[in-house]
């Protein structure tokens, strides 16, 4: 009997599908090699899908992925049609939160053939961002809107369940890596929401005693994530402090055509989400050279979570050989197509 | 008749002291040459004073210093000892906030000889940062303390005034610049405030259409000051943002050590106040390595803010004299005072 996984694919916009193509071809030509089965079902929810409906996926599309074993989404977003409030949020965070996808993870090291900004090419982080509340909440308001009075004001909601369960999952991350963690907070600025992590992160360090965990101020991490990547191993971090850092990541690894990430459940009771951390570019969808490497790895990001481990280090070695060639390693130069082959070429 | 001008000097905490004093050196002799006169009066308000007092100033602090024409910050904090909650919000946040000091100015660009982190060596960027508002507001609070149901909420105040000053303090800065200002928020996923603070950026910029201005996401802007910095000339950005993006800068401009800052009431109604970024370092104050050089450069500020364009302008060519000597370039390698004489030499 074969294994066979249902998956969701979910283009999205602009270079959402060049990439999301390439990547189900990659993690097809994977299964047969290990001996399982992949079916897709590809669902167009996208900024022209809500320019033909008004809505970014119908209405029981949450209910329709739920059965899936995971998603593999391209990317969301075409701001000069569909402002980002609507896509994002009618989209990719309601897919976030509905399947209970805390744990954000984000791999930041240099393949090889890569060259990163920084002098220093020797780090490999993973960073662990929240998904599901802080910052990223939605809560708050305006009032005396337009005049000179006007107050805006944005909630951040921490609660118990969101930090405790991050930050174990951060220190089961360090446990399987090198362990050491890394907690971000701003607790001398913001004395509620960043000392309240900070105590759940000192309280969590007496369990997880066999982890070294230190805990650093965002301004001071972005700095280090800089001046000394190589000192770093599991960072966690808060949804906008990770949103921030993965995106610092995604610098010094290169650019964000390098920049894996998988939306996880950890309990399982809901499908995971994997998708590039680069956003649609719709400047550039038409010229076919999106990378899609992030998109790639995001894939053997998804078989891993599958349980598909050897078919993960296959496609993650294909990725590794294909750049070690050059191909791929500079933005914009090749071809999605032409990379794609040489990926597919290097897995046989 | 000579300019005199008085300063209030609080050396703080740690390596404060140090730096403080070789400041104070380096603009008495400039002061000397250009014919000026600096009268200094020094307030040893610290985390020291703190543990004798228990308060890290005297009740009437504020007052005190309303007087002064500017003050000269060392450093301010003594984790091990006092609370950063305590040191911090008892002295650097309320100066900052009394004297209406809304415009926080850092310079982030490569002294010559300095080698910073990124192959790219070529970036002159002037950060903007709120510094009364936003993610620092202080409010918030938590419910069921230490209990599994535990809530904790921190909420950012932007108000009209508030953004709309320090927009407007960008747009000016961007003006006597390279007339390009970048503001950085994170609207797609901030729904209130950041959509709020873009709404003004979109006002201003109609009245200040000479500048050309461009909004981003804090997640790509941290990526953008590792990928491509010399595409940025002044950014404007939050309390927080600010604060993130002005360790990167210290970042990329080889670290701390040279990261100098303003804390600006651009209205002159209260004492404007000059820090470098850099902590106390309470750690390595022992050691007598700390480097100056930032504490010099927000001393340059101050003379530029005084009205002493020329003294400032001396300094500053001293201090890269200095540099490109290759004395003080390398952290922890010279003395305090072997970087100070080098540069009161380079004054002559
Ligand atoms: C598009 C945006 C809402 C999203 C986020 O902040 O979560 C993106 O920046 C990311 O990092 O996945
Ligand atoms: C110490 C801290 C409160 C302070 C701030 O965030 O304002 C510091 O990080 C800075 O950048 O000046």
Redesign the interface.
Known sequence: MMNSYNIALIPGDGIGSSVTDATWEVLGAAAKTCGFHLEGKEFRWSCAFYKETGAMMPANGIETLRGFDAILLGAVGWPAEVP??VS??GLL?PIRKAFVQYANIRPHRLLPGVQG????QDFDIVCIRENTEG??S?????V?QG???????????????GVERILRFGFEQARKRRGRLASVT???????????WDEMTHKLAAEYSDVCVSSFH???M???M??APESLDVVVAS??FG??L???G???QG??GFAASANINPDRSAPSMFEPVHGSAPDIAHLGTANPIAAVWSGAMMLEHLGEASAASLVMAALEKTTTQGIGTVPGKDKTDAITAAVLAALD
Chains 1, 2 share one sequence.
Do not use: C, W
């Open positions: 980002d409030s994002l949020h965070l900004p920084l002098k220093s910052e990223y939605g809560a708050g308001g305006r005396h005049t000179s009075e006007e107050v805006a004001v944005e909630t951040s909601i921490f609660t118990r369940m701003k607790s001398n600025a913001q004395k509620y929401s960043m000392v309240f965002i301004d001071a972005a700095a280090r800089i001046m949804n906008l949103d921030i993965t995106d610092l995604a610098a010094i650019g964000l």
